[in-house]
């Protein structure tokens, strides 16, 4: 289910906006406290914050500044009844979808809620398969590695072999399991998989 995370220290806001959003659909969470919200709360996915941004102890851009710190990349929603213009500026910065005047229009804040959820949506299938790449990536032996970096780089299999001082055939051996193991077809997708692990 979709789900909102709903942070404002105005109880009344804050238990409005969850109780409408969940009409609509939406699985919420509402926390008074940003620094409560730090502690205790749990990433599920897809979700959307809605991030208030003047709050005691600990202001909206602030608390977006401690999720990136820590590697959360739950989209931002700001609601704010008043902000100044650098706020709005950092927030943006730091990744926000979008910056919302109290009061809002419903309209509004549900296209901003279900932008930032396809754009959770997107981050989690783009970690799933980092983490499945990694893993065929990792299953390469160590000369495999250092074969699969030259192919890449563009080199071709009888520069290879010479630099390595090996035969041709055994790197074309070599050439055949690195493709298999990285489940791809051609250099050229082999070298997209490699990039998007962020290899040289």
């Keep these: ?4 995370y709903v942070i404002d220290d105005n109880e009344t806001v804050a238990n409005a906006l969850s109780a ?3 009409r609509f659909g939406y699985s919420t969470e509402v926390y008074l406290d940003p620094v409560v919200f730090l502690r205790d709360s749990l990433p599920v996915a897809p979700a959307v914050i809605l991030l208030d941004m003047r709050m005691p102890g600990m202001s909206g851009v602030e608390l977006q500044k401690k999720l990136l710190e820590v590697g959360r990349q739950t989209p931002i929603v700001f609601i704010s009844g008043e ?8 927030g943006m910065k730091q990744g926000a979808i979008d910056f919302l005047f109290k009061p809002f229009n419903l309209e509004d804040l549900l296209t901003a809620i279900e932008t930032a959820l396809a754009k959770d949506e997107k981050n989690t299938q783009d970690s799933q398969i980092k983490v499945s790449l990694r893993e065929r990536y990792d299953c390469l032996t160590p000369r495999e590695k250092e074969i699969c970096a030259l192919l890449v780089e563009g080199n071709l299999s009888k520069k290879i072999a010479a ?8 790197i074309k051996v070599h050439k055949a399991k690195i ?6 077809t051609s250099l050229q997708q082999l070298a997209l998989s490699v990039q998007q692990l962020g290899l040289r």
């Design 1 to 4: 289910m979709k789900h909102v």
């Design 20 to 22: 409408t959003l969940t």
């Design 83 to 90: 902000s100044q213009s650098s706020e709005i500026v950092r």
């Design 163 to 170: 630099d390595l001082d090996i035969s041709n055939a055994t």
């Design 179 to 184: 493709l298999a193991k990285m489940q791809v």
